[in-house]
């Protein structure tokens, strides 16, 4: 944000642009480095996350209570690509996420409202 506001006064003070084509040149380059932020995080690999270490236990008093091996029954399944690359979210959670995305979508808004 800061680099901006440096960039909108040099192209308008010494550069002597008008505001709306420095604006316009700011506005795409947010919308290039968005796009850039975009490819570069999908095109991350499975190799970048933490891998899931399970140790075997011999003795069933210190066994984890969760687990049972239900993680390599998860990992056989046939996923679609673009499917594979979203979190796994529990169906618990899945309404959480979505009334949090709601109400952030609504700040959202809201705040664009606030100027007027």
Not at 77 to 85: G, H, Q, T
Request: glycine fraction near 6%.
């Amino acid at each position: 944000m800061v680099v901006s506001g440096w960039v909108i006064h040099y192209l308008k003070a010494q550069l002597e642009w008008s505001s709306i084509d420095t604006y316009r040149t700011i506005f795409w380059a947010y919308a290039c480095i968005g796009l850039l932020k975009f490819i570069l995080a999908f095109s991350l690999s499975r190799a970048v996350e933490a891998e899931k270490k399970v140790a075997p236990v011999a003795d069933p008093e210190t066994a984890p209570l969760l687990g049972g091996g239900s993680e390599d029954h998860e990992s056989k399944k046939k996923k679609n690509f673009i499917l594979s690359k979203l979190p796994e979210i529990s169906p618990e959670s899945r309404i959480i996420v979505l009334n949090l995305c709601i109400l952030f979508a609504l700040d959202a808004f809201a705040s664009g409202l606030a100027p007027l």
